[in-house]
Nanobody, 116 residues
Framework: QAQFVESGGGLVQPGGSLRLSCAAS????????MSWYRQAPGKEREVVAR????????TYADSVKGRFTISRDNANTTVYLQMNSLKPEDTAVYYC?????????WGQGTQVTVSS
């Protein structure tokens, strides 16, 4: 069974930065594309960013392009999300998972709140 442990969230002012980390285990990490997802209150979970197996192909949701950077460390089975220029609309619980997601294996997520 796959496990995802997200960390690094918190309360930040608009314009601030956070770096999220996701420690993955229980599956062959290096052969799966990975994504960060987020779910805001009252909204469906959405894909924020996706990184290919080698990291050579990366895509972002339009809402975060130019502000967020996804990366992966296959040796340490970890995925990162650097978030800059944060906006109140980025407030959500952030999750990592494979892409497509292993729907039975969502982690607890990490809360990101952007507020003054």
């Amino acid at each position: 069974q796959a496990q995802f442990v997200e960390s690094g969230g918190g309360l930040v002012q608009p314009g601030g930065s956070l770096r999220l980390s996701c420690a993955a285990s229980g599956f062959p990490f290096s052969i799966y594309a990975m994504s960060w997802y987020r779910q805001a209150p009252g909204k469906e979970r959405e894909v924020v960013a996706r990184v290919s197996i080698t990291g050579g192909t990366i895509t972002y949701a339009d809402s975060v392009k130019g502000r967020f950077t996804i990366s992966r460390d296959n040796a340490n089975t970890t995925v990162y999300l650097q978030m800059n220029s944060l906006k109140p609309e980025d407030t959500a619980v952030y999750y990592c998972n494979t892409n497509p997601p292993r729907t039975a294996d969502w982690g607890q997520g990490t809360q990101v709140t952007v507020s003054s």
